[in-house]
């Protein structure tokens, strides 16, 4: 499987897929990194594995369209087939979605549908869980479709949320869970164990891992 990572931050979840390729456990390769920002952690960590990135930042672009355009002609340079999308804090084209449909996934840092959606992303999810009390957050991989975080869910794990957390205390049990989880769910697709039917996605052979908290 060729795949491509967009990633717009410090690339945690992207070293977390790079290294489950170098050692095997997921059968595939990393052969681009899109980002729209040079600011980017995530590019030094593609950069120091080989891997070929891109800054496509849309407001380069005179249209949506073109920036979807961009996106496509990058991922066709690299024979993309398979996009992860790992901390990209952009809405990805429709042009983009409908090109890999059932091939790009998501990360999101909640038991999705909740604390999902628009303006939803990184330490708001956090926030918005500590201000609701909720007693669970968690990690949840899903399809990507051109509504946010609304694609069906291919694998989520909970973690649990204590009285006395920070948001950066539950990002900090959340993200080790985010990085076994979502090379897992890549692993599926690679070895085409995944079916998609409907909002509900089927997988052969599936023995969840679990991890403790
Ligand atoms: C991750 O926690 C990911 O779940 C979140 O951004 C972080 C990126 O960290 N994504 C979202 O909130 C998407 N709505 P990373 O750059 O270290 O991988």
Excluded at 162 to 173: C, F, G, H, K, M
Excluded at 187 to 199: C, K, P
Aim: hydrophobic fraction near 40%.
């Amino acid at each position: 499987m060729r795949l491509a990572v967009f990633a717009s931050g410090g690339g945690t979840n992207l070293q977390a897929i790079l290294d489950a390729c170098r050692t095997g456990d997921l059968p595939a390769d990393v052969v681009a990194c899109i980002s729209n920002t040079s600011a980017a952690g995530a590019l030094d960590r593609a950069q120091a594995h080989g891997v070929p990135s891109a800054v496509l930042p849309p407001a380069d672009f005179d249209t949506p369209s073109a920036f979807g355009d961009a996106l496509l002609d990058t991922l066709d340079q690299h024979r993309v087939d398979f996009v992860a999308l790992a901390g990209y804090m952009l809405k990805v084209p429709k042009s983009v979605v409908a090109a890999y449909r059932h091939r790009m996934l998501n990360i999101h840092p909640s038991l999705l549908p909740a604390f999902g959606g628009k303006g939803m992303y990184g330490r708001h999810v956090h926030e918005a869980v500590l201000a609701h009390g909720a007693h669970w957050s968690g990690a949840t991989v899903h399809l990507v479709t051109d509504e946010y975080d609304q694609g069906p869910i291919v694998l989520q794990e909970p973690v649990p949320v204590y009285a006395d957390d920070t948001p950066s205390s539950l990002a900090e049990r959340i993200q080790p869970v985010e990085h076994t989880l979502y090379p897992e769910a890549l692993r599926l697709f690679a070895e085409d164990r995944v079916r998609i039917d409907g909002r509900t996605v089927r997988i052969d052979d599936y023995a969840p891992h679990r991890s403790s908290h």
